[in-house]
């Protein structure tokens, strides 16, 4: 009998009641239990993202059926296996997506949502990738379909999405890129992966780029936005013809008052996604676009993870109240895999 079948509990983080950082603690749960197609995965890192802490303030609720702990991306070991056809063995190093769960000592995943680590990421490393580079694949190359050699805006330009869209933007459609922070040193962070950088409190944006692209695009060509509010009007006002504008979170509100008219004129495309509710298969679609596309970029070098900074599970609480700060520049990470086990 393997250690983890002698073992019925493990550690995690609970969220006592919906509201601040101070509601994360770390507790006994029951190890869960392996449905068809999954894998049971002994966790050595998962990654903190604006969803999480949506969820922790009561807005985000799980999907039905997925685990109520929080977290979306993990790496670690296949420690269990549901049947015999899965493309992955026990001993094997993952990362990959889950619905929920990933604050935890185990957790399961399909196994058409897992993908192997890239060549020469630690578990740190990997963890950090699949919720951003699902969600950046699946809005900016399917749904926005970014073009080689087109301009593309992305705000939060520092964030974990927005430095994965950089790269990906950069790396694998070779577009034109610029992005918005706040303060000097993110700018300077942007510009050394090879965007341009817009700090949005000091400049604005829609000028910089009209006045930027008026020989090429005249205008941003995909926009990808996680601001909302007063930012739905203004990106319309700084999209290009037949631009494609997406949205993916509301920061500052899901409400707006807009001018339809330069969309009628420039004949723009606005849409909307969220991730964690899709199918398994969506996301099993997506994992092979990465695998195929993506991951070899990462094991040459030519994308890379950035990690702010890396907390143990039980400061999770820490980590959240660090991101709310927004002074982070690229991912937040838990450290899971060294926590005592129960005996």
């Known amino acids: 009998m393997s250690n983890y079948e002698k073992q019925k509990t493990m550690r995690a983080i609970t969220l006592k009641t919906p509201g601040g950082w101070q509601e994360l603690e770390i507790a006994e749960h029951t190890i869960p239990y392996l449905r068809s197609g999954e ?10 993202n604006r969803p999480d802490i949506v969820q922790r303030r009561g807005h985000y609720p799980a999907p039905k059926g997925a ?9 670690g070991t296949v420690i269990a296996i549901s049947n015999s056809e899965s493309r992955f063995n026990i001993g094997d190093n993952i990362c990959g997506l889950v619905a929920g769960g990933g604050y935890a000592q185990f957790v399961t995943i399909h196994q058409d949502n897992a993908l192997p680590i890239p060549k ?31 301009t593309f805006l992305i705000h939060g330009g520092t964030s974990g999405i927005g430095i994965t869209a950089i790269q990906i933007a950069r790396q694998f459609c070779n577009a034109k890129v610029f992005a918005t922070a706040s303060n000097d040193k993110k700018c300077q962070a942007i510009e050394q992966l090879g965007a341009t950088a817009i700090n949005y409190l000091s400049q604005d944006y829609v000028e910089t780029i009209i006045n930027q692209t008026k020989q090429t695009s005249k205008g941003a060509n995909v926009i990808i936005d ?18 494609r504008i997406v949205n993916i979170a509301f920061m500052n509100g899901a409400i707006a008052e807009v001018n339809f008219l330069p969309v009628m004129l420039k ?5 909307g996604s969220t991730l964690r509710i899709r199918s398994i298969a969506e996301k099993a679609e997506i994992a092979q676009n990465l695998e195929k596309h993506i991951w070899p970029l990462i094991e040459s070098g030519k994308i890379k993870p950035i990690i702010d900074k890396v907390f143990d599970l039980q400061d999770a609480g820490l980590a959240h109240k660090y991101m709310e ?19």
């Not at 969600?135 to 749904?143: A, E, H, P, Q, Y």
Request: aromatic share 6%.
């Open 226 to 243: 996680m601001v909302g509010g007063d930012y739905i009007d203004r990106n319309i006002q700084c999209a290009a013809e037949q631009g």
């Open 325 to 343: 700060e927004a002074k982070h520049i690229g991912k937040i990470m838990l450290k899971v895999s060294d926590i005592q086990m129960n005996a």
């Open 39 to 48: 894998l049971l995965i002994k966790v050595a890192a998962a990654g903190v």
């Open 267 to 271: 004949r723009l495309s606005l849409s």
């Open 120 to 150: 020469n990421l630690n578990f740190i490393e990997a963890a950090s990738l699949p919720e951003t580079f699902f969600t950046v694949w699946s809005n900016l190359i399917d749904r926005a379909k970014l073009a080689n050699g087109e």
């Open 67 to 75: 685990s109520q702990i929080l977290g979306l991306e993990i790496s």
